[in-house]
Each structure stands twice: as C-alpha cells, then as structure tokens.
C-alpha cells in the first residue's frame, strides 16, 4: 500500500470501506439466520439492504474518482466477521447468544462509522463535494444502526440474557 497524497489516502479508504461492505454483505444473513429473537433478525435483514446502497455510493463515489475499488481486502472486516461467527455458534442462551451477537455487530458498525467519517473528511477537505454527500448518507445509516441495535439489546434482550444468568 503505497500513497504519496491525500488523495491517495481517500482512494485507499474507499477501497478498505469496499472491502468491508461486501464481506458484511456475506456475514449479515448468518447473522440474521443465528438470531433467535425476531427484532435482532429483522434488523439484520434491513441491514442487509442498507449494506447493497451502502456498496453502490461506494461505487458512484468511485467512480467519480477513477478508483477501481476490487482487489484490496479489509482484514479488520475479517477479524469482526470472525468473531461474530463465535458468537453464531456459541451453545450459551438464545438470549445472550443474541446480547452477544449485537455485542459483535456494533464492533462492526463502529468501525464502518469510524472508516465513513475519516473518508469524509478527507473528501470534504479535497473538495470533492458529491463524494461527501456520498459518504454522509451512508455515515448516518451506519450511526442509526449502532443507535438501533443498542436500543434492541436494552429493550429486552440484555434483561433476558441477564435473567437467564440467575
């Protein structure tokens, strides 16, 4: 990984930011299929369609860059996915399999608000104006996933994780 501008470094964040989509794309339907209490499913699931718009702003912002985004992988990304799938297969409690799984996917999304912000700030700062609009849209997404899933795992099943602790 070699750049020698800011620009470059943009270039390299949406490659990473790439990377990372389409691996959730793979790993949100496991998530989902591991969840047992139906709010968590269905919140994977409408992941899953926010993570397809997530991929193709990428793509426009991209494309408005001449950046060819394929052929990087994010290892943090993998690392995230792979410790979620512990927690897919864990033989503890529905309840804090779930607290677990919404532990794991806020890892997630905290790392895709941190790589979205750091892209565009950059692109705000090379003027790159449409690109930023871009990557805000889906910033926002990313943040009122985290805020969803907290509220998901407070409403109920962190008490029933706990309960079942007892």
């Keep these: 990984m070699k750049f020698k501008s800011l620009e470059d470094l943009l270039h390299q964040e949406l490659k990473d930011l790439y990377s990372a989509e389409t691996q959730l794309l793979k790993a949100l ?16 699931e409408e992941h899953l369609d926010q993570t397809r718009d997530h991929i193709e702003r990428l793509q426009r912002a991209a494309s408005l860059l001449g950046v060819k985004l394929p052929g990087h992988k994010c290892k943090a990304m993998s690392g995230l996915i ?3 799938q512990d927690f897919m297969h864990e033989q503890a409690g529905p ?6 799984l919404i532990a794991a996917a806020q890892r997630i999304e905290h790392y895709e608000i941190a790589g ?13 104006d449409e690109v930023v609009r871009l990557l805000e849209e889906t910033l926002e997404e990313e943040k009122d996933t985290d805020i969803l899933l907290t509220e998901i795992a407070e409403s109920g099943i962190n008490i029933e994780a706990a309960a079942a602790a007892d």
């Design 29 to 44: 339907p496991l998530m989902a299929r591991a969840a047992y209490h139906e709010s968590l499913r269905t919140g994977f």
């Design 82 to 84: 792979e410790e979620s």
């Design 95 to 100: 309840s804090v399999r779930d607290a677990g």
């Design 116 to 128: 979205y912000g750091t892209a565009r700030s950059l692109a705000e700062l090379l003027g790159h």
